[in-house]
């Protein structure tokens, strides 16, 4: 038998016996040929009706499977106290620690005390530094590398520079809880965070029973204070509306107002182009624990300094000694400042940095209600200031990030396109599989094994 009979009459069996709505009246030879035509422009329509089907419900899939929006008839809140960190800040009151570094290194040679101040509250920019240091007439006692090594003369210990804590009037450790934690503007204390080496948050939750919360401790030093998700880490990109300047003889007062993003289960399972959020355990190389936005942040700029200058701030978190940048390094930072210290979208046109970094999925909305900045009366207290960070009321609402489009729902989109227009199941296709692979070889040998038998009787 000729092997485009074979093939012919293959499809034809197929059309025949197949599940597909309409197919067998296509092969149908008795019927006449207007009557086969017809049948198979409407099974041509079915199946082009099922694609566009099939291909808006996998689009959606693809493209918006999440939604977002506001609960507001949630009633079993656990609402936290934001993430509180304490760091170093260049003012009046701490000067003296300036002055101490001066004369044990620099005998008290009145221009480094800029030079100082900008190594060890280095931001980006080293005016004095690059003036003194490197394009004018060097001084023989300038500072040509090492800038870590005077950096550690100002990082005092938490005892001294917070004390007095407490939460709803009872008293805690300070140094217990507000941790250590290494950032891009050097060495901070937080409480409350995941991103210290040995979390151990206090217990400050605020629920129906317990719905305000007063976190108070007092500052021995003038500092720079943030109020932060618990994921996300102080850095120079940090936003203004999330510090708060402390100054000594003061008593600062910070009412917030928190809000919370609640995931679905299914969250997890989307890619993250599908959801467009990082969740913790989502970090690869990051320098932090868990994976945040402004943790994202300062490795995007790590990377940037290293690209531009072939070395690191010596602030820069997971730098090594041999990548800190000695004079010529600190020269580039500088020049570069306004391409690495801010950031900007991808379309703006100004100097800064473009990182790819997604928002956490755990984020936390933080509001700033009121601060109030009070002078203190007793003249003890002038070399003071007492903070106090407060969760006036608890949220009425909180955000929720739901999946529409599971998986499931693809599936059951599919099937539902499939079995409407064309009338197909499952098994429809593992048949047309089965029968145009096992089926067709398994014909095809039997009709060659009849010719070689044939063949041999004529011989015979």
């Not at 240091?133 to 060097?138: F, G, I, K, V, W």
Request: glycine share 4%; proline share 4%; aromatic share 12%.
């Amino acid at each position: 038998m000729p092997s485009k009979f074979s093939c012919k009459a293959h499809v034809k069996d197929y059309c025949a016996t197949c599940t597909f709505a309409g197919a067998r009246f296509i092969a149908d030879d008795t019927k006449h040929w207007i009557e086969r035509l017809l049948w198979a422009v409407l099974v041509i329509l079915s199946w082009y009706g099922s694609a566009l089907l099939i291909s808006s419900a996998w689009e959606a899939f693809v493209k918006s499977p999440i939604s977002f929006g506001v609960e507001t008839t949630y009633l079993d809140w656990e609402t936290r106290v934001p993430s509180v960190a304490v760091c170093n800040l260049e003012a009046k009151s701490n000067k003296f620690q300036i002055y101490d570094i001066e004369n044990k290194f620099f005998k008290s040679i009145a221009k480094f005390d800029d030079v100082i101040k900008e190594i060890i509250y280095f931001r980006g920019r080293a005016f004095s530094l690059v003036k003194y240091c490197l394009r004018e007439n060097r001084d023989p006692l300038c500072p040509l590398s090492n800038y870590s090594y005077y950096a550690s003369f100002i990082l005092s210990p938490c005892p001294k520079v917070i004390a007095n804590c407490s939460y709803n009037n009872k008293e805690f450790d300070c140094c217990e809880y507000f941790q250590p934690i290494e950032t891009d503007m050097g060495l901070c204390y937080i409480i409350n965070s995941i991103q210290t080496k040995n979390p151990k948050p206090y217990p400050m939750v605020n629920n129906v029973k317990h719905k305000r919360g007063v976190l108070r401790f007092k500052l021995l030093r003038s500092s720079m204070v943030y109020t932060l998700g618990e994921d996300e880490v102080p850095n120079i990109a940090t936003l203004v509306s999330s510090t708060l300047q402390v100054l000594m003889g003061k008593l600062y007062r910070r009412e917030l107002n928190v809000k919370n993003i609640e995931n679905h289960p299914l969250v997890g399972q989307t890619t993250l182009e599908q959801r467009v959020c990082r969740f913790h355990h989502e970090n690869e190389d990051g320098l932090y624990p868990q994976y945040s936005y402004s943790a994202c942040i300062i490795r995007c700029r790590k990377l940037a300094q290293l690209k531009t200058c072939q070395c690191n701030d010596h602030f820069m978190v997971g730098a090594t000694e041999e990548e800190h940048c000695n004079i010529t390094g600190m020269g580039c930072l500088h020049d570069n400042s306004a391409y690495l210290t801010a950031l900007k979208p991808q379309w703006a046109q100004r100097p800064g940095l473009v990182c790819d970094c997604l928002p956490s999925c755990n984020e936390t909305e933080i509001n700033v209600i009121e601060d109030v900045a009070l002078p203190l009366q007793k003249e003890s207290s002038k070399e003071v200031s007492y903070v106090e960070i407060i969760l006036a009321y608890l949220p009425t609402e909180r955000f929720k990030r739901n999946v529409v489009r599971s998986r499931l729902d693809l599936v059951v989109s599919l099937g539902g396109a499939a079995g409407l227009f064309v009338g197909a199941s499952l098994l429809s296709f593992v048949e047309l599989i089965f029968f145009f692979t096992v089926r067709l070889i398994n014909n095809v040998w039997i009709e060659k094994r009849k010719q070689n038998n044939s063949v041999h009787r004529i011989r015979n």
